[in-house]
């Protein structure tokens, strides 16, 4: 079964350049059917618009600008995803993978794609906090797993539900060794090690219609 799969980016798209080998590998498991950011000046639009894949602009600034709202607001939010997914309607996608997509997704795109919105998150979401949820969310979390002590960090591809950085995790790169590093360096090493890999394999998981493990570790 050939998944098409759409990718959601906003200034950059780690691991895209894996994605773009993967996609013009004869008998692979996906094809990249559109590329969509919210970012005009997104370093992915080159190289996927080169690959042949059609590439988007939802300019979310812009968007929130026509509205005169912040990007707080997110009944605005939903008004963008309800058009993000107008945008891909004629694209068809199985599968929806966001690659350092900083916005939080809302009900429209979620409901439009239930169960088939993937991320990849710099972070172990299985570490849980005093209160159930993972301990390690948002923006800056390999930041703040490096401030906690943590000895290593490692990368969650997980479910995207309204629960930001809280849905199911599905899979999880090998783990990295913190050892004095910067949290931009541990980042940006992770995110060009893992991501790639991380995404390709959830993705031949369900080209397969197999269950998705909850979470494995896939190494790179």
């Keep these: 079964m050939l998944i098409r ?20 590998e004869h008998g692979r498991s996906f094809e990249l059917v ?3 950011t919210s970012d005009p ?29 912040r990007r707080t607001d997110l009944a605005v939010r939903r008004d963008y995803d309800t058009r993000t997914v107008e945008l891909l309607r004629l694209f068809r996608p199985d599968v929806i993978v966001l690659s350092g ?26 570490i849980l906090g005093p209160d159930g949820h993972p301990k390690y969310r948002g923006l800056h979390a390999t930041r703040d797993a490096i401030r906690a002590g ?14 930001v950085d809280g849905g199911p995790a599905l899979l999880q790169s090998p783990e990295f060794p913190v050892r004095g590093r910067h949290h931009y360096v541990q980042r940006e090493w992770m995110m060009h090690t893992a991501w790639g890999p ?3 394999r959830a993705i031949e998981l369900f080209a397969r219609e197999a269950a998705l493990p909850a979470p494995a570790a896939v190494g790179m």
């Design 41 to 69: 000046t997104s370093s992915a639009v080159g190289p996927m618009r080169r690959a042949g894949i059609p590439t988007l602009i939802h300019d979310i600034a812009a968007f929130y600008a026509s509205r005169g709202a």
């Design 150 to 163: 943590e000895p290593t960090t490692r990368c969650t591809l997980h479910l995207v539900t309204e629960n």
């Design 5 to 24: 799969v759409a990718l959601l980016c906003a200034a950059r798209a780690p691991g895209l350049d894996y994605l773009l080998e993967q996609h013009g």
């Design 198 to 200: 991380l995404i390709a």
């Design 101 to 126: 997509y900083l916005h939080i997704v809302t009900a429209p795109l979620l409901s439009a794609y239930p169960g088939r919105v993937i991320n990849v998150h710099d972070a172990d979401l299985t």
């Design 34 to 36: 559109v590329g969509v």
